[in-house]
């Protein structure tokens, strides 16, 4: 298992008319944290599309069991737990930067796309490597 831990800090246009962060902008802190993830490993987005590819999400989801409002801190622990094939999920959990208990939780899953055809493919080989290692260097 890799992980990495990114922090937020809520902005004001996070938030609804209740004050609460809008649910749909955990599918954005998500984001952040598979992006700081992933160049953490050395896989940035722009070397992956240099590679050729594009990681389109297939499947998402979230659960919601706290509340976050404007100004709050967050951490998001974002981990990748299986060697890719020809998709890779990625989990996270979000918690208000002094708690132990998650407030979200979620995951999202993604194909390996090929950047020129539109087809599916497999994780290609650099990847692949980029993660093993990350794996190794975690144990």
């Known amino acids: 298992m890799i ?6 800090r809520v902005r004001y246009a996070d938030t609804d008319q209740m004050r609460f962060v809008y649910y749909g902008k955990f599918f954005e802190y ?3 944290g598979r992006s700081d993830l992933l160049r953490h490993v050395g896989l940035p987005y722009t070397e992956i599309e240099a590679m050729g590819l594009y990681l389109p999400v297939i499947e998402a989801s979230a659960r919601y069991k706290k ?5 709050d801190l967050l951490r998001v622990e974002t ?15 979000v918690f208000h930067n002094d708690e132990s208990e998650p407030m979200a939780e979620g995951y999202t899953v993604h194909s390996f796309l090929n950047a020129k055809t539109g087809k599916p493919t497999r994780a290609p080989a650099k990847f692949v ?6 794996m190794k260097k975690a144990k």
């Not at 509340?67 to 100004?71: I, Q, V």
């Open 79 to 93: 981990s990748l737990h299986e060697m890719p094939v020809a998709r890779v999920r990625i989990e996270y959990r």
């Open 30 to 32: 998500f984001e952040q």
């Open 67 to 71: 509340s976050a409002r404007y100004d």
């Open 129 to 134: 490597e980029a993660i093993g290692e990350a």
């Open 3 to 8: 992980s990495f831990v990114t922090e937020i």
